[in-house]
């Protein structure tokens, strides 16, 4: 792992919707083992520029380069398996936890690995018997804790997380923190956190703070 190395740059990336500025002129470089955090008040785009990240939303402006190429020359498959992105809301699907958990190994059709899922259930505290609950029965906090799970199955060249542990209790959102720095710095992955938690402010390698903008256009 060349720690030097820029992985992901983020080149004067703008974004405006229905005559409004939400972002302007964001520019910052992440490189592999780097933890990054993004900042700032409600409403200055924290959550928008992720997901421009994530290749979920074009920007207006600018390009975003991931390992040295522009992102909209690579497909969407390819790239979102490289760079993973943990919303505020989790985004669950089927029916069960398991549904949820086993989703990763299917789209690589490789054999559901139950040591592994068993030994994260059970690091954030949760039952094994939780992957026959609907996911209709979760909590906000264990909605956020499979969700995690599932994006970490297979560790991803970039993770984007987005206020992942606003629903946690105090302790669970130290063993987030715990993790994420692991991965970040033993196994170099890159990682992009939103959060308002001046815990994790306090141990990232950088922050970027993001301002409101004049939102409305003038002539």
């Known amino acids: 792992m060349d720690k030097n190395r820029t992985f992901l740059k983020i080149d004067d990336i703008g ?78 699907f089927g029916n069960t936890v398991y549904d949820n958990l086993f989703f990763p190994y299917k789209i690589r059709k490789l054999n559901f690995d139950k040591a592994k899922i068993l030994h994260d259930l059970n690091y954030f ?46 302790a669970n959102k130290v063993k987030v923190n715990e993790l994420i720095h692991q991965y970040t710095t033993q196994q170099g992955i890159a990682v992009l956190w939103v959060t308002h938690d001046q815990d994790e402010i306090m141990h990232a390698d950088d922050v970027i703070t993001l301002p409101i903008h004049n939102q409305e256009h003038r002539n």
Do not use: M
Not at 17 to 23: A, E, P, Q, Y
Not at 67 to 72: E, I, K, L, N, Q
């Open 125 to 170: 505290s949760l039952p094994e018997s939780i992957l026959e609950k609907g996911i209709n029965e979760l909590s906000g906090g264990e909605k956020q804790r499979v969700s995690l799970i599932r994006n970490l199955q297979f560790l991803p060249k970039v993770l984007l997380l987005d206020e992942i542990t606003s629903a946690l209790d105090e």
């Open 15 to 92: 974004y405006s919707i229905d005559g409004k500025t939400i972002l302007e002129h964001v520019q910052f470089e992440l490189k592999l083992g780097e933890f990054k955090l993004i900042t700032g008040p409600s409403g200055c785009g924290k959550s928008t520029l992720l997901k421009i990240v994530a290749s979920l939303l074009p920007p207006t402006s600018g390009t975003i380069l991931f390992d040295g190429r522009d992102y909209a020359s690579i497909s969407p498959e390819e790239y979102r398996q490289q760079v993973s992105y943990c919303t505020q809301t989790p985004s669950l």
